[in-house]
């Protein structure tokens, strides 16, 4: 599809622009997303009731927006899924669920972040 030749600026803006609309729609209309988003704010809590240090707060910042930015692309190859084949489609089945695997990736490596923090602090 052709575009008309916008600037370089303004059609940085308008990336900028369609990208936090993405954001909005992600955060608003994806449960998904939404449940992830509660349990990051929930870890958050936790963060903050054990005091980590700095460190700790970036690599917990970092294995939440790993595991959000994991589901979101996640939602993101779903959604083409859908769209190009909305009937049942063994290879449709395979994409979906190597895409869930990718997200099951970051949450492991959340996960094994999370029990490096906490573990020593609770046992
Ligand atoms: N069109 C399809 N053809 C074959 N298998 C499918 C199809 N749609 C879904 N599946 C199977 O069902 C699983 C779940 O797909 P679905 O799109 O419902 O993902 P989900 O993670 O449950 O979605 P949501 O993020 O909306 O909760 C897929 O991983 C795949 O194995």
């Known amino acids: 599809m052709k575009h008309k030749k916008t600037s370089f600026l303004s059609g940085r803006i308008k990336s900028v622009t369609y990208a936090l609309k993405g954001f909005y729609l992600?955060?608003?209309t994806e449960h998904s997303i939404i449940t992830q988003l509660l349990i990051s704010g929930f870890m958050c809590?936790?963060?903050f009731?054990?005091?980590i240090s700095l460190v700790?707060?970036?690599f917990q910042i970092l294995a939440i927006g790993l595991v959000l930015t994991?589901?979101?692309l996640n939602t993101a190859i779903e959604a083409v899924c859908?769209?190009?084949q909305p009937n049942f489609d063994k290879k449709i089945g395979f994409i979906k669920d190597i895409a869930a695997g990718a997200v099951t990736f970051a949450a492991?490596?959340?996960i094994v972040i999370g029990a490096i923090i906490y573990l020593p602090k609770i046992l």
Do not use: C, N, Q
């Open 26 to 28: 992600l955060i608003s």
């Open 45 to 47: 809590g936790v963060g």
């Open 49 to 51: 009731y054990f005091e």
């Open 56 to 58: 700790e707060w970036m």
């Open 70 to 72: 994991a589901e979101s």
């Open 82 to 84: 859908d769209y190009i």
């Open 108 to 110: 492991l490596t959340a």
